[in-house]
């Protein structure tokens, strides 16, 4: 039978489109209301069960995420890695606690879990809470959602408001928390020392890419000018910092009904509760009669019983992390005895097993190897099998970040330190022999990359100032007059780099993913290495001529070394992608190793992919 309106081609593909538009609807209709349909109820930890709570003191683990997106970005955490991470904690035997246990082991020396987690995530992010909702449900966790106050009644609809708090903490897996009542910045500087003053987060990540470290976070100082000069009495500053304090307090008050009882002040790590002994005092004297507890530090995830409820600690996962990179961050907290209940990941094990963890420790997934160092220190694994391979082909895909070194070794021998190491550092490639530098490539200059002046990025900086200040000017009067400057200084000539102009080189920052696709040859004693198809080294002599095994390492650098965004991470993860290992010695090229995805599986996880990207599209789109 005919159907009437299917008459061409045309039609049938307008059909296939709309049933495949159809399904992909559903799908997204469907994940959305998994996220705000709670099916089931958190159900505490037994604190009978001696299993559980055995009466000795643990103190407990402090966990944030700054938040939570889909797919993820370079500052927020994907779902898939939340629920890796959390699932690992979950296997090692964590359960969360509330606020109220926090309060009663600090006040009442009441005991904790055994294996306590307090679980927080903070800014206040609508997809945070959408994305994190089901992962809690099937963990069986709590966690509190902080959130700034000015944020409660705003438009903005990536910011939870009141009443989806409320819905939140009466689903049972929630409790409320604050990280302030505003996101703002004062006594910001640019990277060339221009004052740029107050800033609130719109303004401030208008700019950020011009900016170097010279900010605070509003409730952290007195108001200074450019001289760092303070341009506020200790009466005008004690009343602006009170008065975030009050409107705290009013605002959720008539959002909540009350004010939470967790506090995160902006920003963690100073001396106490402030930059400045009275600006401290103003703080502490206004947060110890709001909350009931305050996290004041970022790094350390271990909290004790000698540690102050109004100084504690947290542990921020980053976006970049893998499951054993977390899980090594808070194996180095715990104390020696504990350790050993982390439950490292492997991935899978068919892959695992053609090698050695002789240090740190390595996660296989997919054609990706996770080699993640132990703190302050290097992640090695060796090949199985691999002592009698001389002339070898080696192809990967080096995809760690830039603040750590990554390295593959070829004719490596157990007991001695003879081997050739083949790094990338930062943005370097050094050839080392038995401990020895014999070559050192700049690979920013291989790869011709081109470079603004310091003068250029300075003009660059200034206009952009300018653009936020029309942006945000008062009057239109104001603000055609930022936009006049703003344009006129885009036109003025900067010397160049070609002109012999100092290059800006931005600094390297942590969580900065490289990728270097390497082809290494290593036949009898010459060495060639390719990096991105173009040639580094060709025919580089060496002297270790006899065979030995394929080595793996990743080596954490000393943080001083590079701009360091966690200031606390001293881990380092080494990801080698697609690693292929071929033999030369013989006529007929032999494929030694191959951690490729090759046939069915590589279709199967293909079509998962795009079916993956589908979905994201139409979510970020509806």
């Known amino acids: 039978m005919k159907i009437k309106w299917i008459e061409t081609k045309k039609d049938v593909h307008k059909l296939i489109r709309s049933i495949c538009e159809a399904v992909v609807m559903i799908a997204v209709v469907c994940i959305i209301l998994r996220a705000f349909l709670v099916i089931d109820r958190y159900d505490p930890y037994d604190k009978n069960d001696v299993n559980i709570v055995s009466g000795d003191d643990k103190g407990f683990l402090c966990i944030s995420y700054f938040g939570i997106d889909r797919t993820g970005t370079n500052v927020l955490v994907s779902t898939k890695n939340l629920e890796k991470q959390l699932t690992a904690l979950h296997n090692s035997g964590y359960v969360t606690i509330s606020q109220q246990d926090v309060i009663d082991y600090y006040e009442k020396g009441k005991a904790l879990p055994d294996k306590s987690l307090l679980l927080v995530f903070e800014d206040g992010r609508t997809d945070t809470a959408i994305f994190s909702q089901p992962i809690l449900e099937k963990m069986n ?84 000018d450019e001289n760092d000069m303070p341009i506020e009495s200790y009466s005008a500053m004690k ?65 004790t019983a000698d540690s102050d409820i109004y100084d504690l600690t947290r542990m921020q996962s980053q976006a970049y992390w893998s499951t054993n990179h977390f899980l090594m961050r808070i194996w180095d907290d715990l104390d020696e005895e504990d350790r050993a209940d982390i439950q490292f990941v492997t991935g899978e094990k068919e892959r695992a097993d053609y090698w050695n963890t002789d240090v740190g420790i390595a996660e296989f997934e997919r054609n990706v190897i996770y080699l993640t160092s132990l703190p302050k220190g290097r992640g090695v694994l060796s090949l199985k099998g691999s002592d009698t391979y001389k002339d070898v082909e080696v192809s990967a895909t080096l995809t760690g970040n830039y603040c750590g070194e990554q390295t593959i070794y070829l004719r490596g021998r157990e007991d001695t330190d003879e081997k050739i190491g083949i790094t990338v550092c930062e943005k370097e490639l050094i050839v080392s022999q038995s401990g020895k530098e014999l070559a050192r490539v700049d690979l920013d200059e291989l790869m011709q990359v081109e470079y603004l002046s310091v003068e250029e990025d300075q003009r660059d900086a200034l206009a952009k100032e300018y653009e936020v200040r029309a942006d945000n000017a008062g009057s239109l009067e104001e603000s055609l007059a930022y936009d006049l400057e703003k344009s006129r200084i885009r036109k003025t000539e900067a010397a160049a780099v070609e002109d012999g102009a100092e290059p800006y080189i931005p600094v390297i920052e942590s969580n900065q993913a490289g990728k270097w696709d390497m082809l290494i040859k290593l036949q009898d004693n010459k060495l060639s290495v390719m990096v991105n198809e173009k040639v580094a080294l060709d025919g580089l002599e060496v002297t270790v001529t006899d065979a030995g095994k394929v080595i793996l390492e990743a080596n954490n650098l000393e943080e001083e070394q590079y701009r360091q965004r966690n200031l606390t991470d001293d881990v380092y993860e080494a990801r080698f992608e697609d690693l292929v290992i071929r033999d030369l010695s013989q006529e007929k090229t032999v494929t ?25 599209w139409f979510i970020e789109n509806l």
């Open 592 to 616: 030694l190793y191959d951690n490729r995805i090759h046939g069915l599986d590589k279709a199967k996880y293909s079509i998962a992919d795009v079916w993956t990207k589908i979905v994201n």
């Open 141 to 224: 966790y709590k966690a509190s959602i902080c959130s700034y106050g000015s944020n409660l009644n705003s438009k903005d609809s990536k910011m939870l408001k009141g009443d989806d708090l409320l819905a939140l903490e009466k689903s049972s897996f929630w409790e409320n928390g604050l990280n302030g009542y505003r996101l703002s910045y004062i006594n910001v500087f640019d990277r060339y020392d221009r004052f740029l003053g107050e800033m609130d987060s719109l303004e401030y990540n208008a700019v950020k890419n011009y900016l170097g470290r010279e900010y605070n976070h509003y409730l952290m100082d007195y108001l200074r």
């Open 239 to 303: 009343e602006r910092i009170s008065y975030d304090y009050e409107l705290m307090e009013k605002v959720y008050t008539d959002e909540l009904g009350y004010v939470p009882g967790l506090y995160i002040l902006m920003h963690s790590n100073t001396d106490m509760f402030g930059n400045n002994r009275r600006v401290s005092e103003v703080n502490e004297e206004n947060m110890t009669r709001l909350f009931a507890m305050n996290i004041n530090r970022e790094g350390f995830a271990l909290n």
